[in-house]
């Protein structure tokens, strides 16, 4: 699957590749938007500049954006928001584009999946674990578990067996092509965290690394297959592991500022730094090992004694002190260890134990500075574990320095235009504002939006230009859809479902006989709401995400035209059930983020320190965004018909936010009378 980057020559029209394209998908169709969106990734390559595309469902987006990346020079690159987009792409839509386009093109193009380190089997970890105790940490005091008892341990060397015959079978070392897998606890045995690797030139197995391998076959490919956890990694470390290329294409879009935010969080347990001292002991003395024996215990009285939630101004003085004693400590076992060198007796143990330590000291660092770019907060899970975290108040001034750097970037999702404007995303990703639209012509809601940017002062925008484009949908959604808001409904006020709300619920369900998928804002609404539907709609079957796996409860509901499905917010978004097996959605509220949730609160701070409205700046866009994804749930094919209902009567009465919401989602019928919707039901039941 390698082979030399094109060249340049005389080349197809980019529609008579994508009419070849659409002619090999089972019952192709040439869509205007698809079209559309597939000349204007042309021109911005041509012109080297930047363009965001609203594409709906139904476009056909990744065609759109396949097919002109044919015609680039060099690897492109295509990030995708989950590794299951990612297989869709590399195991399904590029082998029947490459079939499809050859005769047209000239040539076979090819194409590469490129992950994280981790997810290739590490050959020296393999090497340097015994199917008796696998590992040194085997016996660890796991950060959410128990010590592992005996059983376990045979089942792990079990595992680590057959992952030792698969080593013998395997081409790419990938995780994903071991049939059938191994849980997470035994994979982490025998992968290597990309920190802890000491690089091809000083790994005895440098020469057969699975990993190595799979870049060396993105270096030779047409178009290089990746994910945003990857691309925010590269971003972090310098753009040192996706190779070089002129065109990055972003699907779904608008989730890259968090998976950038992500990568760029850290956290510190006692777990993590008792297993640092344990790991370290060989190579220090008792006493280095003690004193961060001692921050962990140190820390474990201060998550004891300091309150979950945002740590506002200094840090609690028992907190403080761990940390100080964490990064003293760290700092004498690494001076302890010294450098990894090429004959020492095992360099990969001792690099990872060095990289563990250089990593909680630099973690530590960064808690003490307490900058003001930076957020920390005290997490407790239901579990009982407790960490401290920090992530970056804002990742838009990463993006913009390292984003869009010697690269045209392209950005794609069905959920890009917010309030049918386009400047809130763009400016999360670290884009300027939209200079065509002066601040005169902005609404007060999307002026205190862009306080964002001045709350930002990192970023550095000048010469980013970038243009957009909304491609529409296929669907006609006015006739296939009605969108109702019960408005009539009291305002919600607390985290489960009202009574009110309950019994609007009820009727809608019972109007239609099921085929009902239930959006809940908490677990708590939805564990109500499965008690009261199973309570007073005895014929449904009401099926309750965490009472079975999530694929069982969505097969059963595919199924099962009596049914209704009630979930989360891992509901909100992913789940595609076209036909007339979902045909209403419900949603209990506006999805807005808890005001204890630490990084949108401090956003929202920040937003308000500099003049603004955080509720405006940061809230809404973000439940602009989940309520799309929400929303998208009901129309997934031309054939498709329902109702979307919004219990929350804020969405039609809430005059700040409500019409930027509403302009957000797709242009269904609009109505806010009980009668007229349930009729409605009523009609699609009997037909």
């Known amino acids: 699957m390698t082979a030399s980057p094109q060249t340049r020559r005389a080349r197809p029209e980019v529609l008579d590749l994508l009419a070849a394209a659409v002619g090999a998908v089972p019952d192709g169709a040439e869509r205007p938007g698809q079209q559309s969106m597939a000349k204007a990734i042309t021109t911005a390559v041509e012109r080297e500049e930047h363009l965001l595309v609203q594409a709906g ?90 010590t592992r008892w005996l059983g376990e341990a045979g089942r792990l060397g079990k595992h680590v067996e057959r992952l030792r015959e698969w080593a013998q079978e395997t081409e790419t070392g990938d995780r994903d092509e071991l049939d059938p897998g191994v849980d997470d606890t035994a994979w982490k045995l025998v992968s290597m965290p990309a920190r802890e690797c000491v690089g091809a030139q000083r790994c005895p197995y440098g020469a057969e690394c699975f990993a190595e391998a799979s870049r060396s076959r993105a270096r030779e490919a047409d178009i290089v297959v990746t994910n945003h956890s990857l691309l925010a990694v590269d971003m972090l470390t310098g753009r040192q592991i996706i190779p070089p290329h002129e065109l990055l294409v972003v699907d779904e879009a608008h989730e890259l500022a968090d998976r950038v935010s992500s990568a760029s969080q850290a956290e510190l347990t006692p777990e993590t730094l008792e297993r640092a001292a344990r790991r370290c002991r060989a190579y220090v003395d008792d006493d280095v090992a003690d004193r961060l024996m001692e921050a962990g215990d140190l820390l474990t009285v201060a998550l004891a004694e300091v309150p979950a939630g945002r740590v506002v101004g200094d840090l609690p003085t028992v907190l403080a002190e761990a940390l100080t004693l964490l990064d003293a400590g760290g700092r004498k076992a690494l001076d302890a260890i010294g450098e990894v060198r ?32 930076d957020v920390t907060w005290i997490e407790r899970d239901e579990r009982g574990r407790r960490a401290v975290v920090i992530a970056p108040l804002s990742v838009a001034g990463t993006l913009s320095s390292h984003l869009f750097a010697d690269r045209t ?104 006989g099921g085929r009902t998928l239930g959006l809940f804002s908490s677990r708590k609404a939805a564990e109500r709401a499965a008690e009261v539907l199973r309570l007073r709609t005895p014929g449904i079957t009401i099926l309750l995400q965490g009472e079975e796996a999530l694929p069982i409860l969505v097969r059963k509901f595919r199924q099962d035209r009596n049914s209704c499905l009630l979930g989360v917010m891992s509901l909100w978004q992913g789940v595609d059930v076209p036909g007339d097996a979902c045909q209403l959605v419900i949603i209990d509220r506006l999805p807005f983020p808890r005001p204890d949730e630490p990084l949108s609160a401090a956003r929202s701070d920040a937003v308000q320190s ?49 019409p930027f919401l509403r302009k957000s989602l797709p242009p269904f019928w609009y109505t806010t009378k009980p009668d007229v919707v349930r009729g409605a039901l009523r009609r699609l039941a009997e037909s």
């Open 409 to 512: 970037v392209v950005a794609t999702s069905a959920t890009l235009a917010l309030g049918g404007q386009f400047d809130t995303v763009a400016r999360s990703l670290g884009l300027p504002a939209n200079t065509d639209r002066p601040p005169a012509a902005r609404t007060p809601a999307e002026e205190a939006r862009a306080t964002v940017v001045r709350a930002d002062e990192s970023r550095d925008t000048a010469g980013l230009a970038w243009s957009s484009l909304d491609v529409g949908s296929p669907f006609d959604y006015a006739k296939q859809g009605i969108l109702y808001v019960a408005a009539h409904l009291p305002r919600p006020s607390s985290s489960g479902l009202s009574e009110p709300a309950a019994n609007e619920m009820v009727e809608l369900v019972q109007a239609l």
């Open 57 to 146: 469902t139904g476009t056909g987006k990744s065609l759109a954006y396949l097919v002109p990346s044919l015609l680039v020079d060099g690897p492109v690159v295509i990030s995708t928001a989950t590794l299951a987009l990612q297989s869709q792409l590399v195991d399904h839509d590029l082998p029947r584009l490459a079939d499809a386009v050859e005769p047209v093109l000239g040539r076979r193009p090819t194409f590469a999946v490129l992950k994280g380190r981790h997810h290739y089997l590490c050959l020296a970890r393999l090497e340097g674990t015994s199917a008796d105790e696998p590992d040194d940490g085997l016996f660890d005091v796991g950060e959410a578990k128990p």
């Open 342 to 373: 090429a004959d020492d007796a095992d360099p990969v143990r001792k690099t990872q134990a060095r990289t563990m330590i250089g990593d909680l000291v630099k973690i530590a660092q960064r808690m003490v500075a307490n900058a003001e770019h």
């Open 610 to 658: 500099a003049g603004g409205s955080g509720f405006a700046a940061v809230s809404v866009p973000i439940a602009a965004v989940r309520l799309a994804q929400g929303v998208g749930r009901l129309i997934r094919s031309r054939g498709d018909k329902g109702v979307v209902a919004v219990l929350d009567s804020r969405l039609e009465h809430a005059t700040s936010y409500g």
